[in-house]
């Protein structure tokens, strides 16, 4: 149990002070210790017996399983489905430390990867049926007792949201990863290459694993990532011979007649219109699911090609199990996760609404994400994976096995700057306010309004990007996480706005935009808003940042953009929770590219041809405020 009976008077207190975030060491101090160190609750057993079986699936593809089992009759089961390798996706340690402590660990191999059959990978295709097809293998196993909860991040936080659509699934705990719900309007670009190479069997697969394959593939990922797509992509033969209607229809009216068609298909069939729509031969690779947009539209997002859907409330009625979501601040999926978590609380049904928790973390998707006073703060060193979370974990499984998870505060969040762990009742906070902080054409970033000043311009080259440097990315090149971005700040294709320095600390916990009145020489370009906290030494601590492709300006609707036109772009720079203290100040910079991060956008719009520079130009004048919108936590005015 994390609570003790100075614990309930605090739970009282948090009822009648709905409205503020409380300390969470003054709500949960056993909570606090769990996530600031590592722990583990004592043993119950010392002699686990390990087994190998083969699970069958509905068509008859037999899947490689690994259990722990404890001495006893009938226990409680957690599990995990992974394609990188069931003896190795987290230290088998691990999964006998949670036999030891009473549970049966299965550890499975997903279809096409590790000993699974068969031999080559469809990259999510089949994990919503098989997934199911798992839970309900368990349920009939003579040592189940009735209990079955899930861990795993990323691919496995996904696989698990799908075991959540069988009635006897009982609890999971989804680490980076959400129901693709929310989407880029650019392509991730860096991390797929080495990863569609590296991982699963099949045509085209190495050995060699995706953190090596990244390094060597360096020179090559630098090389490319140029976009140019046309605007509207044509369907294939392949796939208007298929469905004869997509000849009739308006084609984004078409995109989605096909997203909805598709998403009542077996899996079988998925794959072949994965195929069929990009001309692939081979398996499914996570290169094809993220180029996927172009057929179903932006709004598909890469993670929703897991569990395709043609109406999300559906999806989200579906679940059976609660959730508790692990994400962190610089996780490169972070939006998704709150998505996710926003739409559970308003269409999942009960008890999942109820039941279900968040904790935001300060890591990043597979390593620890906010650096600035790690060397006090040892929680800054962990990455808040599976292996990293035994003692949570536990306490979860416990927490919905007694029926006790309202002891649990519903919303768990660190707060940067301060490097504390703080609670809420709610996601977003409900004290939290909109503030906006406008552009001037000094370089500051004014709590007044816009005033008449001239626009800022600068050339975005595509042969010459803004280069990433840090923040929500997966990488084993790049560094994840709160670097330092002031040199890049100094190029000459990046803009940057600054508060004056503070005389009193200022917590920005919560969503972000920025709203940008913009133009540009191109037909399509790209802008990105980012984020940081100048330091008293000049370090610019990255927090997060944002971006637009600009035909996507309206998601539902793709138009070029007319060349000097000045439009009103709105830029979702996702949320943070971030402690500015007295001393420092808030700097918003905007650019054209973070690159290998995203693919560059070649400023063609679709037209053949070499990439082109394009000059851009920020407008904020009365007119025209330019502005950032900060979600604020307590007294704002010191902000004026």
Known sequence: MFFD??????????????????????????????????????????????????????DGVRLATDLYIPPIKQAPAIAIRTPYDRTKVVPVEIFIEFAKRGYVVVSQDCRGTGDSEPDSWDYYVYEREDSIDFVEWVSKQDWFNGFLGSFGGSYNAQTQFCMSLHPRMSAIAPEVGGLGLAFHTAHLYMFLNSYSHSVGKGEGKTPIGYEEMERRMVSETLAGGYYNEPLHWPFPEALLGRYPILRTLPFVEGQRWLWENYSVLPPKERAEIVKMALGGKGGVTSTDIEGMSSVFGIRISHDAN???????????????????????????????????????????????????????????????????????????????????NTDLLLRWYEAIRENSVDRWPRVIYYLMGENAWYTSSTWPLPNAKFVPLYL??????????????????YTYDPNDPTPTLGGNIVSYVYTPGSVDVSGVQKRQDVLTYSTPVLDHDLDVVGPLRSILFASSSAVDTDFFARLSDV?????????????????????????????????????????????????????????????????????????????????QTIYHDVNHPSRLLLSIVGDSSILK
């Open 440 to 457: 001037d054409g000094d370089g500051t970033l004014r709590a007044e309004g816009s005033k008449n000043s001239n626009p800022d311009k």
């Open 306 to 388: 897991m569990f395709p859907a043609a109406r999300v409330s559906t999806l989200l009625q579906s679940l059976f199990a609660p959730a508790l979501l692990l994400t962190g601040w610089y996780d490169w999926g972070a939006d998704d996760a709150l998505a996710t978590w926003e739409l559970l609380m308003r269409d999942a049904p009960e008890p999942i609404r109820s039941k279900s928790r968040i904790i935001i973390a300060p890591s990043a998707h597979n390593k620890p994400g906010y650096h600035e006073g790690k060397e006090t703060h040892p929680e800054l060193e962990r990455n808040f994976r599976a292996g990293d």
């Open 535 to 615: 330091f008293p030494d000049g370090r610019a601590i990255q927090l997060i940042s944002g971006l637009l492709r600009t035909r996507y300006r309206n998601p539902d609707s793709p138009e070029l953009l007319k060349p000097g036109k000045i439009y009103e772009l709105e830029i979702d720079m996702w949320a943070t929770a971030n402690r500015f203290k007295r001393g420092h100040r808030l700097r918003l910079d905007i650019s054209s590219a973070d690159f290998p991060k995203f693919d560059r956008n070649s400023n063609r719009g679709g037209e053949k041809g070499d990439p082109i520079p394009a000059e």
């Open 5 to 58: 009976n100075s614990q309930i008077q605090s739970k009282c207190i948090l009822k009648l002070s709905i409205n503020q975030s409380r300390r969470l060491v003054e709500v949960s101090p056993k909570l606090e210790l769990a996530l600031t160190k590592r722990s583990m609750p004592p043993a119950q057993f010392s002699d686990i017996t390990r087994r190998t079986v083969s699970v069958t699936m509905r």
